[in-house]
């Protein structure tokens, strides 16, 4: 647990901007106060990771805290007043935190439990660097994969879409082995890598990917250039910025690129900036209350709460089977299992009513609930951060010798970190990326393999 408590956090300025918080903020209850202090902690431990690791299981923390701590918290403390019925909260404020609160706590206490020094995150430079020089062309061949695989995976049904998907990642690690691998930085590969995912971004009106990969990348450019407090502070304020545009601005852009009005890109994105800010609101209340929903990952929670078991009963792990099957068995086995994106169970245990095309996901905290209960939600939270802390702490255990794996956990925890996913689709993805990084490691040993003796 020391990579939760014994880290350089300035504890004086925590104290100092906690206790100027409860003033500025006199009306807050206190359960919004208290997950607003948790989150501050998470996001002030993944600020101080960056620039030493690959930050998954702050990503993980933060990540969690911004769904279901503060996009309820902006619900409860007023945004709520602007926001469509469907998406309000539900239940009372201290009702759903006293469920949030200890399973989020529970679900980061597994992820450190056994985290070592923060095993699995940390990249070693030498060995990297060793493997680029023994393998100069494999970070472009990963790259040329990359490309080829997202423009292929179009053509297959869902099952070998979703390898094919995985693949097209490689070429996010062929770009980290030439940031941590090369002394020069390979600028041409850079805006490629970047551009590719900016212009499928846009094009598909989606911008969590964007997100994601922009996350982890600054990361391993972090790593490799030892950036300073300030920079650091900079890129966040620039980040922040970028992403809550993206939220609010999102909804504008699909309806107008959806329709044919208007053709998807950059320039699209920016007229309608330039217009939604003519009067400087762009960040006002009103508008910010719908882009809320998309980090609120807790009114789905309430209408779980409030439907469970009051008109459902509890699953009792029967659901929780179903997506444990839907992730690991292939259909050839499992015929009958779920389909991605089913909207079945989702309407069944929410009771809301969402039509074709629109996705929406009962999250980890709401199929933890359904099955379990609070007591056994909580308790299974704990059980799936330390599965999450299990898988990072195998791969620090094989990247001694295949020191290249580490990069590999930001494509296998792309799903995981993103609370709003459905858990099926988490899970499948965490599975699935492992056998085939596995599968990879296996054929292609004396590849990846860089010796010890050699490294030492």
């Not at 846009?202 to 982890?216: C, K, S």
């Not at 330039?274 to 789905?300: D, H, M, Y």
């Not at 599975?431 to 004396?446: E, G, P, Q, R, W």
Request: hydrophobic letters at 50%; proline letters at 4%.
């Amino acid at each position: 647990m020391k990579t939760l408590f014994r880290t350089n956090i300035n504890w004086p300025l925590f104290v100092l901007i906690a206790i100027s918080l409860r003033v500025i903020f006199l009306d807050m209850n206190w359960p919004s106060y208290f997950a607003l202090l948790l989150s501050l902690h998470q996001f002030a431990l993944l600020f101080n990771s960056i620039g030493y690791v690959v930050p998954v299981r702050y990503l993980l923390g933060a990540f969690m805290c911004v769904q279901f701590f503060i996009g309820p918290i902006l619900a409860y403390n007023g945004l709520d007043a602007y926001q469509y019925f469907h998406y309000k909260m539900k239940i009372p404020e201290s009702d759903y935190f006293a469920y949030a609160i200890p399973a989020v706590c529970l679900f980061i206490m597994g992820l450190h439990i056994k985290a070592g020094k923060l095993d699995g995150e940390i990249v070693d430079e030498r060995k990297i660097t060793l493997f680029v020089e023994k393998n100069p062309k494999l970070p472009y061949l990963f790259i040329i994969i990359g490309f080829l695989t997202s423009v292929l995976s179009g053509f297959f049904g869902s099952e070998l879409a979703f390898v094919f998907y995985l693949l097209g990642s490689f070429k996010f690690i062929g770009l980290f082995l030439l940031i941590l691998g090369t002394k020069e930085l390979k600028t041409l590969s850079l805006v490629v890598v970047i551009g590719s995912i900016v212009s499928s971004s846009l094009g598909e009106g989606m911008f969590h990917d964007l997100i994601t990969w922009i996350i982890f990348t600054g990361s391993i450019f972090a790593i490799k250039y030892k950036i300073g407090f300030n920079t650091k502070v900079i890129a966040c304020a620039v980040f922040i910025f970028l992403a809550v545009t993206i939220q609010v601005l999102k909804a504008s852009y699909r309806a107008a690129t959806g329709t044919g009005k208007e053709e998807a890109g950059i320039e699209t994105f920016s007229n309608l900036y330039e217009k939604q800010n003519e009067n400087g609101s762009i960040f006002s209340a009103a508008k910010l209350a719908p882009a809320t929903v998309r980090i609120n990952q807790g009114f789905i929670i309430t209408n779980i709460m409030v439907n469970v078991p009051a008109r459902i009963p509890f699953s009792n792990g029967e659901e929780m089977y179903q997506l444990f099957e839907a992730a690991i068995m292939p259909r050839i086995l499992a015929p009958n299992k779920l389909n991605a994106g089913d909207r079945t169970i989702f309407m069944k245990y929410s009771g809301l009513q969402i039509r074709a095309g629109t996705s929406m996901g009962l999250s980890s905290l709401g199929d933890a609930y359904l099955n379990y209960g609070i007591y056994g939600g909580c308790f299974f939270m704990f059980l799936l951060g330390l599965m999450y802390s299990a898988i990072l702490n195998i791969f620090y255990k094989q990247s001694k010798n295949y020191p290249v794996l580490i990069l590999f956990t930001a494509l296998v925890f792309y799903y995981p970190i993103r609370p709003d996913c459905e858990l099926q689709t988490i899970l499948g993805h965490l599975f699935k990326s492992c056998f085939l990084i596995a599968c990879i490691i296996y054929f292609f040993k004396k590849t990846f393999r860089v010796q010890t003796a050699t490294a030492n």
